[in-house]
């Protein structure tokens, strides 16, 4: 995500500032040891129930224009079951 944002940045873009209301979603559904910040950083364990809560709550956000989701695969969950997860959302119409 770290590298993502210099990228973003070094091409003249804009982080996101996530609202308090999203912050206190994001607590809702997050682990305590998530970045509490853009990027967000759902913490490596995440569940596919995880990532679409998350992707919900920073695509709603209306300071947010663009939802950029990576997954670094770990021993502790499947990526193809958290990339079906964000499919969902997009399958649904509450991303695109």
Known sequence: G???VDQLVDGNGELAELSQTTIERLNDVLPRTW???NPVDIVGDAAP???KAAVEAVAADPG???VLVMNCPTGLGSPLAAAGAVAELAKAG???
Do not use: N
Request: charged letters at 25%; hydrophobic letters at 40%.
């Open 64 to 66: 947010t224009d663009v």
């Open 94 to 96: 509450r991303i695109c």
């Open 49 to 51: 129930e995880r990532y």
């Open 35 to 37: 970045s509490h910040a």
């Open 2 to 4: 770290v590298l993502a």
